[in-house]
């Protein structure tokens, strides 16, 4: 039995649950790949710090970890692009392999450190970083190897889908669920990253990356999150078979070109996606001979992730004993480019807040038919007083720009009382 | 690029989708990989029937694929488990990996091909032979080899599923309903394999070999179709909030034993597993450190089936050349056992048909209680003339040797009009 000596650098909740959860994990390996993995070397921010006590004393400097001799392969799980950046490369220069969870590392800095992976020979593997405890990046890589990938969604923000869950089962409006997700730890006392898409996004860029070869500029992604939705979103969309999800999308355009979005975004009830619910993650793909494929699980949680770091290690340390070079990532400079949001192409919802006068139907639907925009359903729920009604238009396949400029001919409409809300619509097959 | 040589025997709609497909996934394969498959060998049956151009001329006599020199690779494609395991056999014998979609040759011969594979050192790659292009072996195999399984269930049959949404959404009744699938070409003229469970239960055996490194015997396992189900349960289903799907189910019992079995099976109507409609196949389980995770997608159709023999073949190919001895089911001797039938434990649909007097739903659900079986939900709709009414219970877990013992008093009560209808219950996580 091969023994693989392991450094870990962070050991906030996710290092402490891989450090928990390895030995019964190591005895698994060990029957399975034949392989054994040790840990040799633990950093952390404080070492007087309470907690759980660790198999080994921790050492503060996280370089010590990496220049380790004993160390052959390095868990990076300090978080944020910083510090975590300096480790990532000190690490790979030192062509030791690189296990992360860390998905903004990845997403925001990966265009430094992928090419310096290849340029180092020396891989860096980051199942963790993309839905917890669902084995989608192995499924992308070698499942699904054969395919030509025509396209990817997913769910991949735990915290927002339990908000959206909550507003749609128990009717919550859209503070009240996110308070309730603090209340359960599924969000964070600063809820950013979570509710307004930029978590998703990183994921996203990540699922590009994999699938296309190709890492967006992170700024370049337009990103889009829940704050917005309103409970009679919620119910119209159920109205018109539909359900609200925050979707990530990632598909070719053309030969060159990719659109990479995230955005809340209308699914049909009855999609396998419509039903992934609370705190759950899901990533489907289409690929163009295994056609729709969709992965479901948990998203996040120390024990999820633990499940996937060590799926990371237990592989790096089977091609580490093999002396197998491991997945480089050979096509990570090829050329592509994100579409301009304005060329983006789809269906969407459209809420306008209107007077309730004769003829405000008519108009409003006139200015979609003068940007050449078709009607799929309007939905004119009775007035509730104040004069003021809602008019919802599902509309057919769309350029963005076109409808940017409808609604804004819409918004200087006399009988128009507030801005539009508009979502994305996805019929998924 | 290394170029690796690949026999094909058999060339019927699946062996012709592969090779049809081979050349566009040969140049993802080789960016992704870096090897090449080539087709050196092709065996058909017989080679005067007309068919779509080659790219080689065929041989009938298969023994020359495997014993061709420049074959470094067996793929067996001829279905059935005769000629199946003999090709199987020599391929191992002959030290050349072997890649099968052929589940009925390794659930019913398996005991017998997966030792031999392990004396010859010799892989068999078999990804294609469950749930066509989901990719749930490489899953459980990789992304989630650091988790203890605490069960799996899957839909892993594409025509029953067919049958049973078109059941539960046109309202059709069971013969209709097959009817379809066959003029759609979902279901073969002899509808046994699929209707009857078999084919489900040859994946389930598949399934448990992976998962627990016990191959059952595939006679041991209890198998349950869907000719039985009859539109009114459906209907009572969803009132009771279920949908009624064909469900496999691999869990451990206790230290040593593991119950395999193929039924028809309630699942909440909520849970993901309900929202797999149509010809689609989805594969569920649970790990400790994962938690639920669900992978959804075709079961079936020659693409999909190619995509999962292009990836088996690009990971052979892959190990062929890096000369690794790819992955052997070290544990496939496990001791294990199936546990016996009657001492399944689980929750029932149980309709019986009654005469419409008084007394006579007190008398049954006496007959529950004296085997202390718990009712959690009873329906009686009202009588529509004949004076016979369903009577339709949702229990409490219970032994199944219990519950048949009540069934049997039941049937013996004088008002009881026709045998009872019992399907299982399953509250998935």
């Known amino acids: 039995m091969n023994k693989i000596g392991i450094g870990v650098i962070g050991c906030g909740t996710v290092g402490s649950g891989l450090i928990r959860n390895l030995p019964k994990a190591n005895a698994l390996i060990g029957e399975r790949l034949g392989v054994q993995l040790e840990i040799k070397s633990i950093a952390v921010r404080n070492s007087a710090k309470n907690r759980d006590p660790l198999p080994i004393t921790p050492v503060e400097d996280w370089k010590k970890v990496i220049s380790d001799p004993a160390v052959q392969i390095v868990v990076e799980l300090v978080g944020g692009t910083q510090d975590a950046f300096l480790i990532a490369e000190a690490t790979l220069k030192a062509k030791k392999p690189l296990v992360t969870a860390n998905k903004a590392l990845l997403a925001e800095r990966g ?12 891989p ?48 919550s409006d859209f503070a009240t669920a996110l308070q309730q997700a603090k209340d359960l730890g599924y969000a964070e006392a600063d809820d950013k990253l979570d509710v307004d898409g930029i978590d998703a996004a990183h994921k996203a860029a990540i699922l590009c990356l994999l699938a296309y070869g190709f890492l967006p500029k992170f700024s370049e992604i337009p990103v889009e999150g829940i704050r917005k939705i309103e409970s009679q979103d919620v119910g119209f969309a159920r109205q018109l078979g539909y359900v609200i999800k925050l979707l990530a999308m990632i598909r070719p355009v053309g030969s060159d070109q990719i659109e990479v979005r995230v955005a809340p975004t209308l699914l049909p009830a009855r999609h396998p996606m419509a039903s992934v619910h609370g705190a759950f993650n899901a990533v489907g793909l289409i690929g163009n001979l295994s056609g729709p494929v969709q992965f479901t699980g948990r998203g996040a949680g120390p024990d999820a992730t633990s499940s996937a770091l060590l799926a990371d290690l237990a592989e790096a340390a089977k091609n580490v004993s093999d002396r197998s070079p491991g997945p480089l990532l050979q096509n990570a400079a090829r050329k592509a480019r994100l579409i301009s949001p304005s060329d983006s192409v789809g269906r969407f919802y459209v809420r306008i807040e209107v007077e309730d006068r004769p003829g405000v139907l008519a108009q409003v639907a006139g200015i979609f038919g003068a940007e050449k925009i078709g009607i799929s359903s309007v939905l004119q729920p009775e007035g509730h007083g104040a004069g003021s009604v809602p008019l919802i238009f599902l509309l057919e396949s769309a350029l963005l720009s076109s409808l940017h400029r409808a609604v804004a001919s819409i918004a200087k409409l006399p009988n128009t009382r507030a801005p539009a809300t508009i979502l994305r619509v996805e019929d998924l097959t």
């Open 111 to 122: 265009q430094e450190l992928f090419p310096l992976a290849q340029k180092s020979a020396t």
């Open 124 to 171: 860096i593997y980051f199942e963790a970083s993309v839905a917890g405890g669902i084995p989608v990046l192995k499924g992308l890589r070698e499942g699904l190897v054969a395919n030509q990938l025509l396209g990817l969604h997913g769910i991949i923000n735990g915290t927002s889908n339990y908000i959206l869950s909550r507003m749609a089962e128990a009717g």
